[in-house]
Every structure is written in structure tokens, then in C-alpha cells.
């Protein structure tokens, strides 16, 4: 930092807006203006942080810091300390306004609603307005989606990611979609034979440098009680390690992640994934970037159109939808509980120690990587709560708290919406539940479970097969107004009343068993 200069402008940079590569700083001048970074240990705390989660943020923080001293900026920046008192973001920015004077203060979007009012709260008691500006590493504005949502009866992603498509001329001839259709999903529901995956080449790794090395030593002796596993550390938390991130996936794995995008398989925790969402998050990579290349793979004949529509979906439909949602509605999106789900999360969620195979080592990997691919979080994790009966909020809290990727403008509106259906189809049109079948369909799993997912009641029969009946059952009123429940109600429907009890009754003990751990 370079100091005793005065201050025209403080720049807000927060741990997931990580690059100068960006308009915000299209007026910033070193001579007049000050950029300004905080390490707070209440953002790892206000949830029970995965400790890989805490390294992520802090070690690609501590390497933008460098880059900003390298790029000649001037900059105040906090280091979190072994002994660093309890603060939180606003604390720490009172302080330094108190102690700088200054002009005006800016920030991009933040990614939580909680965090801009913080900011906010921390400019105004020093009698200055906080200018948030729009972030310009997401290709559609807060303001946009507004006016995209304005004035219609049902939000679908479909059809915002045909505009999105059309916006940036993505997979897009003659106004049209490449190939004749908007979406290729149908094609991109594989799984692998029994025999396999068979050898997937491991994705590109970066062990910890001198910075991250630190951060891991800090991590373990503050957050020591923490969840998680720093052994397996080997996420890019540079801008540079993300464009081998986004290489390494396009040359090795781009062509057959669209058949194999929903596959699960033990031990296998990559698979055909990108691992960049981190990335995209923390702003190290541009999503933009990330399209336009994978794009190019595929009019290079590099990737078959299936893989490279799915894949860019993900981004340019999934990733600026859930933004959209997730700003339309807060704060109050925060509360729904459409379903009255009052259950406790079971505790071994934070441990991985169940008899349900595939939880376990859906579990298991994301304590030790803090990663699991969208099906394990939707079709596992994310089924096992919504069946369950889990409080949404505290289904959002431990997502939030696992994932490395996990900022909560993404995270909750597919764990609280996508997920668990609190929103009462906001987010998604319709409940996405499945029985044991489906888990057995996409992986090898129940392979080695003691469960049979082909049982709904009785010796063996498999948790998620029972508690999917009894949702249906439960829920038998609201599901049958939903015209894409209709089969699975007319399933319901058949049932005889005996087996239906049964149902109830198998269900109901295996809550109360979870309840008395």
C-alpha cells in the first residue's frame, strides 16, 4: 500500500471479484483513489465453512493482492492473523473510512444480499453513500432480468437462455440455434455401462504454492474445528491456473461431458467436469471466455454439439438465471418454505457416516474436495433433504458452507429453489424427486449398498424408495395440480391403501431413527 496520499474514491473489492480485468476500475487512478480489502473471520463462521472453502477465498485474495502490487495499485489490505480478533466486513470498513478521508465509495454487486447491507450499513455511519455498480463479469444485469421477468406468469430458464443465446450470438446462425434445436439434454442423460468409466485422465492439479501453503497452515490453526479436509488441496486460485483449468477440460474432457454430465461412479469425483465454477465465482476466469471457447471447440470439430450446448448452458443459461432469481427475490426468498419441511439436516451430513452408500461417498468426496458435480448435490444430497422433510434454510446453510464454488447468489436459489422446491416453483417447475431406481440408473452406488432401490418397503428396502412414495403421498394434493407430476401421481393413484400405510409407517421410522442419533 502506498500511503499518506489522499483519497478521491474507495474501491470495494470483495474475496469473489477478483480481477482488475473490468470497467469498475475505468476512472480508478492510483494518485487519487485507494482500493480496499478485507480477511474477516465472521465469512467463515456466519456458516460452518469447509476448511477448503476458507483456503479458496483467502489464497486467490492473498494472489490478487500481489497482482494489484505488481499492476502498481494502491491498495489497503487486512490479513487475517492467528490472533485477528472476531470482526466482520463492516467493522473492519468503518474503521477505515473513520481513519481515511475520502469522497465516495464503490462496490460491484455483491454476491449476498447479507454483505451489501453490511456495506452499506458501514458507509452510511460514516455519512457516505455506497455507488454500487453493476458487475460486469456476469452477462446479463440485475436490471435486465428484471425486465426480462416483468409481466410474465411463469420464469423459465429455457427461454431466458434462448434470449441469452441470442444476445451473444452463441451457437447461433441466421438467428437461428446450430444444429435446429435450442437443447440437446435429451441426448446428455447417459450413464456407463458396468463396466465403467474405464481411465479418465486426471484433471490438471496445482499444488499449494508459498501463499496457499500459508493460508492452509492459518486455516488449520484458526478454523481447526471446521469441516473438511486441506490434504486434497489443489484448486486454481490464480487467473493464469484458471485458463489451464479451462484448457485442460476443453482438450481432455469437453467431449464427453455432455453424455456423461449427470454420471456418478465411486471414487470417480471429476469425471468429465470442468472444475472451474470456482473460478467463474471468485471472478479469476470470465464466463465469457470460458463459452466463446468451448464454443470453438465445437465449430473446430474439437466436441460434438450435444456436449458443448450442455456445457455452455450451465453458464449462459443456468448461472445467469440463478442470479436473476436470486436478486428478483431476495431477501425474502430466503424464508419460503413452501413444503413446510421442519426437519433437522441429519448430523451426518457434516461426518459422511451413513449405511446409504450413495450419500456416503457423495458426502465423503465433498468433505475431502469440497466438490460434488450438480446430480450428486440435486439427485443425492439435495433428494435425500427434500424427501426427508429438511428445513430449506438449513439445507442452503450447509451448501453454502461445503462447496468451494459456493457464493449464495448461486447457491440458494438451487439448493432452496432447484432443489428443494421451498419456492413453490419459482425456480423450477416441478419437485425433482426420484426413487432409488434413478440413483441406480446414473451410477454404480447402490451396487454396494445394502439397500435395494427396487424395495419401498421391508428387510432392505432402500430409504430413498420408501421416503419418494411417502412424498407423494404427503404431498398428493399439491403434486396433482402440477401438470409434469402427472405420471408419477397416476403411479400414486394405483397404489393399494395397505401399501400406502406401509409407506407411511417405514418412512416414519426411519425419520424417527435419524431424529435419535
Not at 479436509?229 to 464427453?256: G, H
Not at 428445513?391 to 446453510?397: D, I, L, M, R, Y
Request: some cysteine; proline content about 4%; aromatic content about 12%.
Amino acid at each position: 500500500m502506498i500511503k499518506n496520499k489522499p483519497v478521491r474514491t474507495v474501491y470495494l473489492v470483495l474475496g469473489d471479484q477478483l480481477t482488475t480485468e473490468t470497467s469498475f476500475f475505468s476512472e480508478y487512478e492510483s494518485a487519487k483513489d485507494i482500493v480496499w480489502m478485507a480477511e474477516v473471520k465472521e465469512e467463515s463462521t456466519h456458516v460452518w465453512t469447509h476448511k477448503a472453502r476458507i483456503v479458496m477465498f483467502l489464497s486467490a485474495m492473498r494472489h490478487f493482492k500481489e497482482e494489484l502490487k505488481n499492476k502498481g495499485f494502491r491498495f489497503s489490505y487486512t490479513e487475517m492473523k492467528l490472533d485477528s480478533p472476531p470482526t466482520s466486513l463492516d467493522l473492519e470498513l468503518s474503521k477505515f473510512l473513520r481513519s481515511t478521508k475520502c469522497s465516495s465509495v464503490k462496490v460491484r454487486k455483491p454476491g449476498e444480499y447479507r454483505i451489501e447491507v453490511l456495506l452499506k450499513k458501514a458507509v452510511s455511519e460514516n455519512n457516505l453513500t455506497l455507488e454500487i455498480i453493476e458487475d460486469d463479469h456476469f452477462l446479463n444485469s440485475v436490471e435486465e432480468f428484471a425486465h426480462h421477468a416483468k409481466d410474465r406468469k411463469q420464469l423459465r430458464m429455457e427461454f431466458f437462455y434462448r434470449e441469452m443465446r441470442k444476445k451473444y450470438n452463441i451457437l447461433i446462425k441466421n438467428d437461428e440455434p446450430v444444429g435446429g434445436d435450442w437443447n440437446y439434454d435429451s441426448d446428455n442423460r447417459k450413464s456407463f455401462s458396468k463396466e465403467g468409466p474405464g481411465l479418465i485422465a486426471a484433471p490438471i492439479a496445482f499444488p499449494p504454492d508459498k501463499i496457499t501453503k500459508q493460508v492452509i497452515k492459518l486455516v488449520n490453526e484458526i478454523f481447526n474445528d471446521h469441516p473438511g479436509d486441506l490434504n486434497f488441496f489443489d484448486w486454481p486460485v490464480t487467473a493464469s491456473q484458471a485458463e489451464e483449468t479451462l484448457k485442460d477440460f476443453l482438450d481432455n474432457r469437453l467431449a464427453q461431458f455432455g453424455d456423461y454430465q449427470d454420471a456418478m461412479w465411486m471414487s470417480q469425483p471429476w469425471l468429465y467436469h470442468s472444475r472451474l465454477a470456482a473460478a467463474m465465482n471468485l471472478h479469476i476466469i470470465h464466463p465469457l471466455k470460458v463459452i466463446t471457447q468451448a464454443e470453438n471447440y465445437f465449430k473446430s470439430g474439437k466436441a460434438p454439439l450435444a456436449s458443448v450446448e450442455g456445457f455452455i448452458r450451465q453458464i449462459l443459461g443456468w448461472r445467469e438465471y440463478v442470479r436473476g432469481i436470486y436478486w428478483l427475490y431476495m431477501p425474502q426468498y430466503l424464508e419460503r418454505n413452501t413444503l413446510n419441511a421442519n426437519n433437522d439436516l441429519p448430523p451426518f451430513f457434516w461426518t459422511g457416516n451413513t449405511d446409504l452408500n450413495c450419500l456416503k461417498q457423495s458426502i465423503g468426496q465433498t468433505l475431502k474436495h469440497g466438490y460434488a458435480h450438480h446430480i450428486q448435490r440435486l439427485m443425492i444430497t439435495g433428494l435425500f433433504c427434500l424427501l426427508f422433510g429438511v428445513e430449506p434454510k438449513q439445507v442452503h446453510e450447509w451448501y453454502l458452507a461445503v462447496y468451494v464454488d459456493a457464493v449464495e447468489w448461486v447457491e440458494l436459489p438451487n439448493s432452496l429453489g432447484m432443489s428443494q422446491y421451498a419456492d413453490g416453483g419459482i425456480m423450477a417447475s416441478k419437485p425433482y424427486i426420484a426413487s432409488g431406481k434413478y440413483i441406480d440408473r446414473m451410477g454404480n452406488y447402490c451396487k454396494h449398498c445394502k439397500y435395494d432401490p427396487a424395495k419401498s418397503v421391508g428387510e432392505g428396502a432402500c430409504p430413498f424408495t420408501t421416503m419418494y412414495w411417502d412424498f407423494l403421498i404427503r404431498h398428493e394434493k399439491l403434486l396433482s395440480s402440477n401438470p409434469r407430476m402427472g405420471m408419477q401421481v397416476k403411479n400414486l393413484k394405483r397404489m393399494g391403501e395397505n401399501t400406502k400405510e406401509d409407506i407411511k409407517s417405514q418412512a416414519n421410522t426411519f425419520r424417527i431413527s435419524l431424529k435419535t442419533i
